[in-house]
């Protein structure tokens, strides 16, 4: 959509005082109409008063601060010129469907585990060593330790890592034969003083957009653990295109794992997919002339 002159320049003067207090009044005397015409011109053209067009622009500010800083919310909801954490988080869950806090911890371990770029191949046929720092880790057939046959794979630090860095064994398979189903992922896993472990399975489509997860992030595994039996409970839609799973190892410590089995079940039979929560996904198309 064309933008006139006067809704551009009100644009660019909300784009460069987004953290500043914005006076709504200030806009007739920078631009040179009167503030009917002005406003009248802004919603006609935006679909948004300007108002709501400071708010969501704020908003997308929040959002960008909350994924790649570690600012705590109250220090981002004043930077954005909200008057409480209240108002901020109010605000926020309206528009991303998840509470501030949920947002940045659900993105980031969505994040976490698309760390594919630093696949590295092991001697263990179809799996891989990847992750934020794949060179603290070790990936290997232990011949000793298992829960059934004769082997089982194991995962451990072989640097100082700490709770920011992580590594993960990991698999990648088309969906094509999975469409349309409930799947159970489960497996078998034994923990050796661990910072935090866990299984994970995540569900792609064609963009590379993920559109099912979890991680156990809920129920992740510390410290030292005798063999136990874990699963996830994800849908395969039909836009899907890839599937992904693994063992996440975040900081220290040693996890074996085995018997990894992917099971159809029914659909009485309640998912473990973290992007339910909340909504995760807006119920309606937006923003398709992307002029918010």
């Known amino acids: 959509m064309y933008y ?5 320049k009100m644009v660019s003067y909300i784009e460069k005082n987004l953290t500043e207090d914005i006076q709504l009044d200030f806009f007739p005397s920078l631009i040179g ?13 935006t679909g948004k008063s300007i108002g709501e067009y400071i708010r969501l622009r704020r908003l997308a500010l929040a959002s ?45 371990d969505i994040q976490m585990v698309k760390e594919e770029n630093n ?12 992750g934020s720092n794949p060179e603290l880790y070790e990936l290997k057939i ?11 794979g194991l995962l451990y630090t072989k640097g100082e ?25 489960s497996c078998f896993l034994k923990t050796e003083q661990v910072t935090k472990c866990g299984a994970w399975f995540r569900v792609d489509n064609g963009n590379g957009d993920t559109i099912q997860f979890d991680n156990m992030e809920n129920r992740s595994i510390h410290g030292t653990t005798e063999w136990n039996h874990y699963s996830i409970i994800l849908d395969i839609p039909e836009e ?3 599937i992904h799973f693994g063992v996440l190892l ?26 339910s929560q909340d909504h995760l996904l807006p119920k309606h198309p937006s923003n398709l002339d992307f002029n918010e």
Not at 40 to 45: A, C
Not at 161 to 185: C, H, L, P, V
Not at 252 to 271: C, H, I, L, N, S
Request: proline fraction near 1%.
């Open 4 to 8: 006139s002159e006067i809704t551009q």
């Open 33 to 45: 109409y009167s503030k009917y015409h002005l406003f009248r011109v802004f919603k006609q053209e």
């Open 64 to 108: 960008s601060l909350l994924l790649h800083t570690d600012e705590s919310i109250i220090t981002i909801a004043i930077y954005c010129r909200f008057q409480s954490q209240e108002a901020f988080s109010r605000a926020f869950k309206e528009v991303y469907n998840l509470p501030p806090g949920k947002f940045r911890k659900l993105m980031r």
């Open 119 to 130: 696949l590295n191949t092991t001697e263990m046929k179809g799996w891989g060593l990847s």
């Open 142 to 152: 232990d011949n000793s330790i298992f829960h059934s046959g004769t082997k089982s």
């Open 161 to 185: 890592a700490n709770e920011q860095q992580f590594g993960t064994m990991m698999q990648s398979f088309q969906a094509d034969n999975y469409k349309g189903k409930r799947i159970k992922m």
């Open 240 to 242: 899907s295109s890839s």
């Open 250 to 275: 975040i900081g220290r410590g040693k996890v074996w794992a085995d018997d990894f089995r992917f099971e159809e079940v029914d659909d009485k039979v309640e998912t473990t997919n973290m992007l």
